[in-house]
């Protein structure tokens, strides 16, 4: 079981948790008209080796409270890369390492205690107010937030960007009116007829990066015998990843060998609710180890489906949780989300 420390400092995002208020006879307006919300957050600032993210869902109730079921990565407590079960088949992947079509058959890693339980559970108030909803935490130290709420133009899904935190730097949260357990497969996401597109803030060697308005190439993954649960993608090239500069002075790009590939490994980590994951590093970076699967720094990225109304998938929220085996200058956290509504 993970351990999260609470300790009672203004700067330090452990807390002890409060008792839950009261239900009261009251009707709150639910943010959006929906109650069931994925979220990513996080506390990124550049100069900061203690930032922090959190994945998971705010459950809306309309006595007015409000309840958080979220995983937490901290660079106080780096933890490991772990294996999610799932290796891809000869479908979607090769045991040749030369192939310049199909990602290498390697387990899927993803962030330390994704494929658990969540880490912290926590009860508040809201209030909606035209188009802002605020949030207050019932827990030992100060946490309020305040959301813009935004519908999309079918009215099946909702949301919310992050206004103002007491903690929080970055924030993105999708909600409709579909269960948490609601989620679809590999297939149906690979299927998805719109087009998705990617923002992201990311903190790496005490560097903030945002990334606006990317495209996701959803449609480069290869689809898996087993459908449902994978997709792989090995990018043939990246004009500025996987560099000489960058980690591979032997065979990275920019060298004579000129390899600048990236395996890409999307996958579910749960049949019950909406985690997934997402896996990725530079194909030079294995070579630079003698290693067929890279054991070094690769990215994992834990996402939660954002799921509509009818039940269709719209994308995901997402945070990058890449602790460095070295020092924590090395880590690489994220805070992103990748929909078809933006």
């Given at each position: 079981m993970r351990t999260v420390l609470s300790?009672?400092?203004?700067?330090?995002?452990?807390?002890?948790?409060?008792?839950?208020?009261?239900?009261?006879?009251?009707?709150?307006?639910?943010?959006?008209?929906?109650?069931?919300?994925?979220?990513s957050q996080g506390h990124?600032?550049?100069?900061?080796?203690?930032?922090?993210?959190?994945?998971?869902?705010?459950?809306?109730?309309?006595?007015?409270?409000?309840?958080?079921?979220?995983?937490?990565?901290?660079?106080?407590?780096?933890?490991?890369?772990?294996?999610t079960g799932m290796t891809p088949d000869a479908g979607c992947s090769t045991k040749a390492g030369g192939s310049a079509t199909r990602a290498r058959t390697c387990q899927v890693l993803t962030a330390g205690g994704f494929t658990g339980a969540p880490d912290e559970t926590r009860t508040g108030t809201y209030t909606v107010s035209g188009n802002v909803v605020s949030i207050r935490w019932k827990i030992a130290q100060r946490w309020t937030e305040q959301w813009s709420v935004h519908r999309s133009s079918d009215g099946r899904l909702a949301r919310l960007d992050l206004r103002s935190?007491?903690?929080?730097?970055?924030?993105?949260?999708?909600?409709?009116?579909a269960g948490l357990g609601t989620r679809r497969a590999m297939s149906s996401v690979k299927a998805h007829p719109g087009t998705l597109r990617q923002d992201l803030t990311s903190w790496a060697g005490g560097r903030l990066v945002p990334s606006l308005n990317q495209p996701f190439g959803l449609k480069s993954f290869r689809a898996c015998k087993t459908t449902t649960s994978c997709l792989t993608y090995l990018q043939p090239s990246s004009k500025g990843a996987c560099q000489k500069a960058g980690g591979c002075p032997k065979y990275g790009g920019g060298t004579r060998a000129d390899v600048s590939s990236i395996q890409y490994y999307l996958t579910k980590i749960s049949n019950s609710d909406r985690r997934d994951s997402i896996?990725?590093?530079?194909t030079c970076l294995a070579m630079e180890r003698g290693q067929f699967c890279y054991t070094g720094?690769?990215?994992?990225?834990?996402?939660?489906?954002?799921?509509d109304d009818r039940g269709f998938f719209r994308g995901w929220v997402g945070?990058?949780?890449?602790?460095?085996?070295?020092?924590r200058g090395a880590d690489m956290l994220a805070v992103f989300r990748i929909s078809d509504f933006r």
């Open positions: 300790i009672a400092a203004a700067a330090v995002l452990a807390f002890t948790l409060a008792p839950a208020p009261p239900a009261t006879a009251s009707t709150a307006a639910l943010p959006g008209g929906k109650s069931t919300y994925v979220v990124l600032k550049a100069s900061s080796r203690e930032n922090w993210v959190r994945l998971g869902s705010y459950r809306f109730a309309a006595n007015g409270t409000v309840t958080a079921s979220l995983y937490l990565w901290w660079q106080r407590h780096p933890e490991a890369r772990q294996g935190s007491t903690l929080a730097t970055h924030g993105y949260a999708y909600g409709s009116n896996w990725h590093w530079c720094n690769s990215h994992v990225k834990p996402l939660m489906q954002i799921i945070a990058e949780a890449s602790f460095s085996t070295g020092a």
